[in-house]
T-cell receptor
Framework: DAGVTQSPTHLIKTRGQQVTLRCSPKSGHDTVSWYQQALGQGPQFIFQYYEEEERQRGNFPDRFSGHQFPNYSSELNVNALLLGDSALYLC??????????????FGPGTRLLVL | AQKVTQAQTEISVVEKEDVTLDCVYETRDTTYYLFWYKQPPSGELVFLIRRNSFDEQNEISGRYSWNFQKSTSSFNFTITASQVVDSAVYFCALSDYNAGGTSYGKLTFGQGTILTVHP
């Protein structure tokens, strides 16, 4: 049973650049959420996608955008990178209407460093 | 707004000791779930336990147990007979129920408690 996968594992960018992070949900899951975790902090919710639409959004600027594909995989895009965007980006998946819908399962994350 | 507070920043114990991690939450929702996740140095958040707002029965699962008290908005987590492999950051989290919807949305996390178990 494949878990949540994310790519790349590590990424280094410079200020002003754009970045795309990718996530494949756990087998059988159709909902993907993205979280940002700064060093020493708890994860912060960015947004959630279901049926290729953004269903819920946290307190993040429009520079953060996403997409969900028909196969349920998802991308997180961040434009005009700032130093403060350096963090671990975590993807989580669940089944919107299924059993144990309340539990989100996380991937290994992508560590983004902005110089 | 939802809020989760983990007052213990770091805990250090010796192997085989029992350790309890504290969590206090705030929410206006009547339907919600509480979770504990473990984050080892690799970074991946590992789901440990969950409890819904309607079930205050405390349970034991292996070396893990939890104490959910709605009256004090607390959801404490205990590891019995700790092991070195338990060393990690532990997060308490609260989920909301999408208003008018049928699914649970975002998780609100606490700041985490760093647990170090010494041999």
């Amino acid at each position: 049973d494949a878990g949540v996968t994310q790519s790349p594992t590590h990424l280094i960018k410079t200020r002003g650049q754009q970045v795309t992070l990718r996530c494949s949900p756990k087998s059988g899951h159709d909902t993907v959420s993205w979280y940002q975790q700064a060093l020493g902090q708890g994860p912060q919710f960015i947004f959630q996608y279901y049926e290729e639409e953004e269903r819920q959004r946290g307190n993040f600027p429009d520079r953060f955008s996403g997409h969900q594909f028909p196969n349920y995989s998802s991308e997180l895009n961040v434009n005009a990178l700032l130093l403060g965007d350096s963090a671990l980006y975590l993807c989580a998946s669940t089944n919107y209407l299924g059993q144990s819908q309340e539990t989100q399962y996380f991937g290994p994350g992508t560590r983004l460093l902005v110089l | 707004a939802q809020k989760v507070t983990q007052a213990q920043t770091e805990i250090s114990v010796v192997e085989k000791e029992d350790v309890t991690l504290d969590c206090v939450y705030e929410t206006r929702d009547t339907t919600y779930y509480l979770f504990w996740y473990k984050q080892p140095p690799s970074g991946e958040l590992v789901f440990l336990i969950r409890r819904n707002s309607f079930d205050e029965q405390n349970e034991i699962s292996g070396r893990y147990s939890w104490n959910f008290q709605k009256s004090t908005s607390s959801f404490n987590f205990t590891i019995t007979a700790s092991q070195v492999v338990d060393s990690a950051v532990y997060f308490c989290a609260l989920s909301d129920y999408n208003a008018g919807g049928t699914s649970y949305g975002k998780l609100t996390f606490g700041q985490g408690t760093i647990l170090t178990v010494h041999p």
